[in-house]
């Protein structure tokens, strides 16, 4: 019961800790003369991804690589069928053309190059497959390149929806910024405790526990943020959320952890690969059924549907 009582306020000190790093962050670049837009397109989108990487670290430095491994891949799979799922429901998401021609496509090439890397024992015909250091340099490496393609995207055209942060005084902003990042590292802390408790006491394996609770858990930035921006209208913003989160999942926070520990792949994983793969890939043609270049409502119905037949065959894997 202690168990799950910290694994639950681990939750919310996660998610209220990335808000208060944003907050304070923000302010205080603003503050240093960083425009919004710099401010949104680096503060805000490493903070809507640091549950996910504060958790990922915690279970690599642990050992608990399953999770790490798990919570990526399963948070890919809740943003595009669950959190775009629920948005295209609430109301139907237009996608501009260089998102389906170009972030979707990068999107699907960061699962494929991570299959790639971790298919050592199929490839190569090695024992085991890991996630090495090296590995985790050439993602790092691809997400460099990212970063410098939004910031290129983001220069031609400027996002009118880029708000100032708000107003606060440099003490109060250190005091955020101080006190969201050890809310992060505890919180990060009593998830990865938490989940192993849980794995034990199911008898199940930790992937399942981070490829299901732990991964839905560091989704709820983006579900928050997509679901708002539908309710709004705002289909860039629902729709961008979810791919770039995709691509810093894998790219950063699989690329960081890889760095830091290599990670060893088990090979039930490979399956969960390919769902991601074909989790991206309906995205892309789901694009291009019924209204063109747009996620209607049913197609949000079906997103969620094949989510709850995959969360079946988990448990029914174990």
């Given at each position: 019961?202690?168990?799950?009582?910290?694994?639950?306020?681990?939750?919310?000190?996660?998610?209220?800790?990335?808000?208060?790093?944003?907050?304070?962050?923000?302010?205080l670049?603003?503050?240093?003369?960083?425009?919004?837009?710099?401010?949104?397109?680096?503060?805000v989108?490493?903070?809507t991804?640091?549950?996910?990487?504060?958790?990922?670290?915690?279970?690599?430095?642990?050992?608990n690589?399953?999770?790490?491994?798990?919570?990526?891949?399963?948070?890919?799979?809740v943003?595009?069928?669950?959190?775009?799922?629920?948005?295209?429901?609430?109301?139907?998401?237009?996608?501009?053309?260089s998102?389906?021609?170009?972030?979707?496509?990068?999107?699907?090439?960061?699962?494929?190059?991570m299959?790639?890397?971790?298919?050592?024992?199929?490839?190569?015909?090695?024992?085991?497959?890991?996630?090495?250091?090296?590995?985790?340099?050439?993602?790092?490496?691809f997400?460099?390149?990212?970063?410098?393609?939004?910031?290129?995207?983001?220069?031609?055209?400027?996002?009118?929806t880029?708000?100032?942060?708000?107003?606060?005084?440099?003490?109060?902003?250190?005091?955020?910024?101080?006190?969201?990042?050890?809310?992060?590292?505890?919180?990060?802390?009593?998830?990865?405790?938490?989940?192993?408790?849980?794995?034990?006491?199911?008898?199940?394996?930790?992937?399942?526990?981070?490829?299901?609770i732990?991964?839905?858990?560091?989704?709820?930035?983006e579900?928050?943020?997509?679901?708002?921006?539908?309710?709004?209208?705002?289909?860039?913003?629902?729709?961008?959320?979810?791919?770039?989160?995709?691509?810093?999942?894998?790219?950063?926070?699989?690329?960081?952890?890889?760095?830091?520990?290599p990670?060893?792949?088990?090979p039930?994983?490979?399956?969960?690969?390919?769902?991601?793969?074909?989790?991206?890939?309906?995205?892309?043609?789901?694009?291009?059924?019924?209204?063109?270049?747009?996620?209607?409502?049913?197609?949000?119905?079906?997103?969620?549907?094949?989510?709850?037949?995959?969360?079946?065959?988990?448990?029914?894997?174990?």
């Amino acid at each position: 019961m202690i168990s799950f009582l910290l694994f639950i306020i681990g939750f919310f000190l996660l998610i209220k800790g990335a808000n208060y790093l944003v907050s304070g962050a923000s302010s205080l670049a603003y503050k240093l003369g960083v425009a919004p837009l710099v401010i949104g397109l680096t503060i805000v989108a490493f903070g809507t991804s640091a549950p996910e990487l504060v958790v990922n670290l915690m279970a690599s430095i642990s050992g608990n690589t399953d999770i790490a491994i798990g919570n990526i891949l399963g948070s890919n799979i809740v943003n595009i069928l669950v959190i775009l799922g629920v948005s295209a429901i609430i109301y139907p998401i237009t996608v501009q053309k260089s998102t389906v021609w170009k972030e979707i496509p990068f999107a699907l090439l960061a699962v494929v190059v991570m299959g790639f890397m971790a298919s050592d024992a199929l490839i190569d015909g090695a024992s085991a497959s890991y996630l090495t250091r090296i590995d985790g340099l050439v993602l790092i490496s691809f997400f460099v390149i990212f970063l410098y393609y939004i910031v290129g995207i983001a220069k031609q055209s400027p996002s009118e929806t880029v708000e100032k942060p708000p107003e606060m005084t440099r003490m109060r902003s250190w005091l955020l910024i101080v006190g969201g990042m050890l809310a992060l590292v505890v919180g990060g802390k009593w998830i990865v405790d938490g989940a192993i408790v849980f794995a034990q006491g199911l008898g199940v394996s930790e992937s399942l526990i981070g490829l299901t609770i732990v991964a839905i858990g560091t989704s709820l930035p983006e579900l928050a943020t997509s679901v708002v921006a539908a309710y709004k209208k705002h289909s860039d913003i629902a729709i961008g959320n979810v791919v770039g989160s995709n691509i810093f999942n894998i790219f950063w926070i699989l690329g960081i952890s890889a760095f830091i520990s290599p990670l060893p792949f088990a090979p039930a994983l490979t399956t969960d690969i390919l769902v991601t793969v074909g989790a991206t890939l309906l995205l892309f043609f789901a694009l291009f059924v019924g209204k063109r270049h747009t996620i209607e409502k049913w197609q949000g119905v079906l997103f969620i549907c094949t989510y709850v037949l995959y969360i079946v065959f988990l448990v029914m894997r174990g």
